[in-house]
């Protein structure tokens, strides 16, 4: 079996209002360009649906939760805005500050039912390191008994270092989510469940905060480090999936899903 894609890097995570936002864009033109995708669009971003999966007894959610050292999670990554184009299953490994990602494209005919049979074959025209991860993928899916649980979606307006070998900064919007128990990307219009508002980000005031992502590999580029003193930004823990599960699967009680055996 061929090498998986294999990303590893680091995420620094921030919650910033419209105005740091703003100041953010202007300070990181000398470093970054907006990714072509995104200049596409008149919002310079992208919109992006995570379909994400979990065990029986949410064992993923909840070693995030308690922030077990050596966790991962398991998504299914599509682009709403483009249809026909391929999604991408991704293993989302963290140690410590350290995330490694596997990440592989399948058309969007064919991977549901890679997951729904556990005998399945791989499509002849998945090769090399796509078909390594989307190997890697299913074969902790089938080990694990992983189902969908949540469908997240959100607005992303990316930059890429022109001055490092590797170097992103990510802001992310309009982040929302809806249950999802089947194997599908087709959600209810009515069932969208925000996820960028006050309450569920623990902010301050009444006004809903952008997530700042800031992603490098070994060393944070000295601009970066500039960025966080300027702005006085503080890293926070903000999980899209945790905070989906938390929403749309309320309450979570680790004592009382135990005595009900798990969800039905």
Not at 167 to 172: E, G, W
Not at 209 to 237: D, S, Y
């Amino acid at each position: 079996m061929s090498e998986a894609t294999l990303i590893e890097r680091r995420e620094y995570k921030y919650l910033i209002d419209q105005e740091t936002a703003e100041g953010l864009r202007a300070a990181i033109r000398p470093y970054c360009q907006l990714d072509e995708h995104a200049a596409k669009s008149p919002d310079r971003t992208y919109t992006i649906d995570s379909l994400y999966f979990d065990t029986q007894d949410l064992a993923l959610f909840w070693a995030n939760d308690h922030e077990q050292v050596d966790r991962f999670k398991m998504r299914i990554r599509g682009y709403p805005d483009a249809p026909k184009a391929p999604v991408f299953l991704e293993v989302k490994r963290r140690i410590n500050d350290v995330i490694s990602k596997s990440r592989g494209k399948v058309s969007r005919g064919e991977w549901a039912q890679l997951l729904a049979d556990p005998v399945a074959r791989l499509p002849e025209a998945l090769k090399g390191k796509d078909r390594a991860a989307v190997e890697r993928f299913l074969s902790l899916a089938h080990r694990l008994h992983i189902r969908p649980f949540t469908l997240v979606r959100y607005k992303r307006e990316p930059y890429f270092s022109v001055v490092d070998d590797y170097a992103r900064v990510t802001f992310d919007t309009n982040i929302r989510a809806q249950k999802m128990e089947r194997l599908s990307f087709e959600p209810d219009p009515r069932a969208w469940r925000t996820l960028d508002d006050p309450v569920t980000q623990r902010a301050r005031g009444d006004r809903s905060m952008t997530v700042l992502e800031l992603k490098f590999t070994t060393h944070v580029p000295i601009w970066m480090v500039n960025l966080a003193r300027r702005f006085g930004l503080v890293r926070c823990g903000y999980s899209k999936y945790g905070n989906s599960i938390r929403a749309l699967y309320s309450p979570v009680d680790a004592r009382t899903f135990r005595l009900a055996g798990g969800w039905r």
